[in-house]
């Protein structure tokens, strides 16, 4: 009897919040998470009358672009080509000065830093200890302050200089 009592309030909890015994061992069911608005804007037919203008004008496309981040952002028109032509860069060169340091690790620093063997690197450092300074590299100035300042942090002399034609 009281099995028969205990199935029957079991059957009464059911009926009135619906949910099942084994519902606990489930997961939780997945929320829908709402995804942001797809914006869509029509680009103007033709040009009319200001009052005509059925979006405003901060949503015209030719005017403005979302970004990803939902901000909005002046969208410049190109330049001609012509008009902007891009002058040479000045060329810089990297200069080692040979302080007497041992050749091998200089050569072990160069092949390193540069992309040159270890024999080639040997033959620069010979070459520094003969005249005191060597040129290693020309290149635009922002690869050349690279270069140096790897050859600084590894403990040797390095500067860079404009590279003359004359």
């Not at 099942?20 to 797809?38: F, G, I």
């Not at 100035?141 to 270069?147: D, L, N, R, S």
């Amino acid at each position: 009897m009281r099995s028969v009592a205990i199935l029957l309030v079991c059957c009464f909890a059911l009926c009135i919040d619906g949910t099942t015994s084994y519902s606990a061992a489930l997961p939780p069911p997945r929320l829908v998470v709402p995804t942001p608005l797809q914006w869509s804007v029509s680009r103007p037919q033709q040009t009319t009358p200001a009052s005509d203008l059925v979006e405003p004008l901060h949503n015209m496309k030719s005017v403005l672009r979302r970004a990803k981040s939902r901000l909005q952002t002046l969208v410049r028109k190109k330049t001609d080509p012509a008009k902007k032509q891009k002058e040479p860069e000045e060329m810089w060169q990297v200069l080692f000065h040979d302080t007497k340091y041992l050749p091998g690790h200089v050569a072990r620093i160069l092949a390193k830093v540069f992309p040159i063997s270890r024999k080639a690197a040997y033959e620069i450092c010979l070459r520094a200890r003969e005249e005191g300074m060597v040129p290693l590299t020309v290149c635009n100035k922002k690869q050349a302050e690279k270069y140096c300042g790897a050859i600084l942090r590894q403990g040797l002399t390095a500067t860079i200089e404009p590279l003359d034609f004359t």
